[in-house]
């Protein structure tokens, strides 16, 4: 028997400072439809999320808010759970950075640096931005000594530091971007990467020392100091694959064989703001613990308003769960999916998001509303038998064409070409007229053959539509007489004659559109 495939696939782990935004909904959906995607394939898949908890940013709002960082992390980390579970993220992992086993493994890993001689102590002199949790040299400084990434004003620091000897993996990173022409997915981002590269690559601070903060993991050589939170962060990868065992002697810890645990990832899904974080200092420290590298990497673009990033601190954020109060949780999955072309920024808007609703109700709801209610109209609730007609081809072609552009990321040209088969379905409605059909006592068996195709245009639309709108394609397959949705494989050979459809409310219902935020 051959082996299922198996996928490791990670969103970041988001810091938990505020509530999780449309940008961080977006793409813990993106990896989410994937999982479906893969899962519904047949492959064994391994989906990872969570927190960030440590870190200056995570200490200041609770200095802020005047309560202990772990209390701010309990409560928040719970709030991202909770919208998870509402946006019907399938995630078999939650990982909290806060964990002990984590941080059990980040000793080990820093541990294992350290013993191969790829840390060194030195004085840092530089700029920091803590709502980055970056560190910055003078010439990457903006305007005014504004952090280059988000603009806001950064703090000089002085310190003495942990450096990993990161410079010395320039050139094989190099080598294995450009023998990999896949592992950064899109090629703009990729270009991106290698254009970063050919400045030479410093060093990399991996800790802070605890007069300056303590809300960190401590240096397994040095207790005065606790680790750089991005490198934490990082390692969370790793700690969810289950490959490193810290409580094993040395040597034994799983660094040289990853055999039996999830690692390396297939894929790492950001975007592209840590990008950097995620296609250089991830890399090249794994590189240097001697750890095999990640398969993949996609960076997708930002959900923007106006001109600028939705971000929590420029107070432009929309709530995804006060969407999907409105319009439901497949409804907001599907406007993020379909509307951002995955690597580009695309903007929010009310007007949009009501457009794309339209779109599932108007083609798809209706497709199904209308299918149904002619099964029960004219064949008593009973799908018919009947052979293919031209109609089938397209359902084939479709299913052949999503699956190429899911295999590309290119999840916006899957969901279009999805939907594209539900109006081509409809249209094939007026072209048919089974109402006439159903008149002419001579034309039953050109109405078996209409109905017949539009229900198998219906489970294989379930199919292509459920990563996406798993709730929703549930309930269609119920009301199509199945017990679950068919995979993509079984969808085109599913023997749907002779199940009983049964009507119910709109799939999507029609909605006020006044006052839509
Ligand atoms: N904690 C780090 C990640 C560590 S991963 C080892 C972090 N967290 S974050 O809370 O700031 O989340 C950043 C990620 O959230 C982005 O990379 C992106 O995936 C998502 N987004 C946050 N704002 C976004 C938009 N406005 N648009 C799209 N995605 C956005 O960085």
Same mark, same amino acid.
């Given at each position: 028997?051959?082996?299922?495939?198996?996928?490791?696939?990670?969103?970041?782990?988001?810091?938990?400072?505020?509530?999780?935004?449309?940008?961080?909904?977006?793409?813990?959906?993106?990896?989410?439809?994937?999982?479906?995607?893969?899962?519904?394939?047949?492959?064994?898949?391994?989906?990872?999320?969570?927190?960030?908890?440590?870190?200056?940013?995570?200490?200041?709002?609770?200095?802020?808010?005047?309560?202990?960082?772990?209390?701010?992390?309990?409560?928040?980390?719970?709030?991202?759970?909770?919208?998870?579970?509402?946006?019907?993220?399938?995630?078999?992992?939650?990982?909290?950075?806060?964990?002990?086993?984590?941080?059990?493994?980040v000793q080990a890993f820093l541990t294992r640096l350290w013993e191969?001689?790829?840390?060194?102590?030195?004085?840092?002199?530089?700029w920091y931005c803590v709502h980055e949790e970056r560190y910055w040299?003078?010439?990457?400084?903006?305007?005014?000594?504004?952090?280059?990434?988000?603009?806001?004003?950064?703090?000089?620091?002085?310190?003495?530091?942990?450096?990993?000897?990161?410079?010395?993996?320039?050139?094989?990173?190099?080598?294995?971007?450009?023998?990999?022409?896949?592992?950064?997915?899109?090629?703009?981002?990729?270009?991106?990467?290698?254009?970063?590269?050919?400045?030479?690559?410093?060093?990399?601070?991996?800790?802070?020392?605890?007069?300056?903060?303590?809300?960190?993991?401590?240096?397994?050589?040095?207790?005065?100091?606790?680790?750089?939170?991005?490198?934490?962060?990082?390692?969370?990868?790793?700690?969810?694959?289950?490959?490193?065992?810290?409580?094993?002697?040395?040597?034994?810890?799983?660094?040289?064989?990853?055999?039996?645990?999830?690692?390396?990832?297939?894929?790492?899904?950001?975007?592209?703001?840590?990008?950097?974080?995620?296609?250089?200092?991830?890399?090249?420290l794994l590189m240097g613990a001697g750890l095999p590298l990640p398969?993949?990497?996609?960076?997708?673009?930002?959900?923007?308003?106006?001109?600028?990033?939705?971000?929590?601190?420029?107070?432009?954020?929309?709530?995804?769960?006060?969407?999907?109060?409105?319009?439901?949780?497949?409804?907001?999955?599907?406007?993020?999916?379909?509307?951002?072309?995955?690597?580009?920024?695309?903007?929010?808007?009310?007007?949009?998001?009501?457009?794309?609703?339209?779109?599932?109700?108007?083609?798809?709801?209706?497709?199904?509303?209308?299918?149904?209610?002619?099964?029960?109209?004219?064949?008593?609730?009973?799908?018919?038998?009947?052979?293919?007609?031209?109609?089938?081809?397209?359902?084939?072609?479709?299913?052949?064409?999503?699956?190429?552009?899911?295999?590309?990321?290119?999840?916006?040209?899957?969901?279009?070409?999805?939907?594209?088969?539900?109006?081509?379905?409809?249209?094939?409605?007026?072209?048919?007229?089974?109402?006439?059909?159903?008149?002419?006592?001579?034309?039953?068996?050109?109405?078996?053959?209409? &109905? *017949?195709?539009?229900? +198998?245009?219906?489970?294989?639309? $379930?199919? =292509? /539509?459920?990563?996406?709108?798993? #709730?929703?394609? @549930?309930?269609?397959?119920?009301?199509?007489?199945?017990?679950?949705?068919?995979?993509?494989?079984?969808?085109?050979? &599913? *023997?749907?004659?002779? +199940?009983?459809?049964?009507?119910? $409310?709109? =799939? /999507?219902?029609?909605?006020?559109? #006044?006052?839509? @935020?």
């Amino acid at each position: 028997m051959t082996q299922r495939q198996r996928k490791y696939l990670t969103t970041p782990i988001y810091y938990p400072s505020g509530e999780p935004h449309l940008g961080h909904a977006y793409t813990t959906i993106l990896a989410d439809v994937l999982a479906r995607f893969y899962r519904q394939d047949g492959v064994d898949v391994y989906f990872l999320t969570g927190t960030d908890e440590h870190g200056q940013k995570m200490q200041d709002e609770a200095d802020r808010r005047g309560i202990a960082p772990l209390e701010l992390c309990d409560l928040m980390a719970a709030r991202f759970g909770a919208a998870w579970e509402r946006l019907e993220i399938s995630h078999d992992r939650f990982i909290r950075t806060t964990e002990a086993e984590h941080i059990a493994v980040v000793q080990a890993f820093l541990t294992r640096l350290w013993e191969r001689g790829e840390i060194y102590e030195g004085a840092y002199t530089g700029w920091y931005c803590v709502h980055e949790e970056r560190y910055w040299t003078e010439k990457d400084l903006g305007p005014g000594g504004a952090c280059p990434d988000c603009g806001r004003p950064t703090q000089h620091v002085e310190e003495k530091n942990y450096f990993f000897r990161m410079g010395r993996y320039q050139d094989a990173l190099i080598e294995h971007i450009q023998s990999n022409p896949d592992w950064i997915v899109p090629d703009m981002r990729r270009n991106e990467v290698l254009g970063f590269l050919r400045k030479p690559l410093g060093d990399l601070s991996i800790s802070r020392p605890k007069t300056r903060l303590t809300w960190g993991i401590t240096l397994p050589f040095d207790s005065d100091h606790v680790a750089y939170v991005w490198v934490d962060a990082l390692i969370n990868y790793l700690t969810a694959s289950g490959t490193i065992d810290p409580t094993a002697p040395a040597g034994q810890q799983g660094f040289g064989d990853v055999t039996g645990s999830w690692w390396p990832a297939d894929l790492h899904v950001m975007g592209k703001d840590i990008l950097t974080t995620h296609a250089v200092y991830w890399p090249t420290l794994l590189m240097g613990a001697g750890l095999p590298l990640p398969r993949q990497i996609l960076s997708h673009g930002w959900w923007v308003a106006g001109e600028t990033k939705m971000s929590k601190s420029l107070g432009n954020v929309v709530d995804p769960l006060a969407l999907r109060e409105r319009f439901g949780t497949d409804a907001v999955r599907w406007y993020l999916l379909r509307e951002m072309p995955t690597g580009s920024d695309a903007s929010y808007t009310p007007e949009r998001f009501l457009a794309r609703y339209d779109e599932l109700a108007n083609v798809l709801g209706n497709l199904a509303s209308r299918v149904i209610a002619m099964i029960e109209k004219y064949r008593q609730g009973v799908v018919p038998g009947a052979p293919g007609t031209s109609l089938d081809a397209r359902i084939a072609a479709t299913m052949g064409s999503v699956r190429e552009s899911m295999e590309a990321y290119r999840v916006h040209d899957a969901l279009a070409a999805a939907m594209e088969l539900a109006r081509e379905a409809n249209g094939w409605v007026e072209e048919r007229q089974p109402w006439a059909q159903a008149k002419d006592a001579g034309a039953a068996a050109d109405l078996d053959e209409t &109905l *017949a195709t539009l229900a +198998r245009a219906l489970v294989t639309l $379930a199919a =292509l /539509f459920q990563p996406v709108a798993p #709730a929703k394609m @549930a309930e269609l397959c119920t009301r199509l007489g199945l017990d679950r949705v068919p995979t993509l494989a079984e969808s085109g050979s &599913l *023997a749907i004659a002779g +199940r009983r459809v049964t009507k119910g $409310a709109p =799939l /999507f219902p029609k909605i006020e559109t #006044a006052g839509v @935020a």
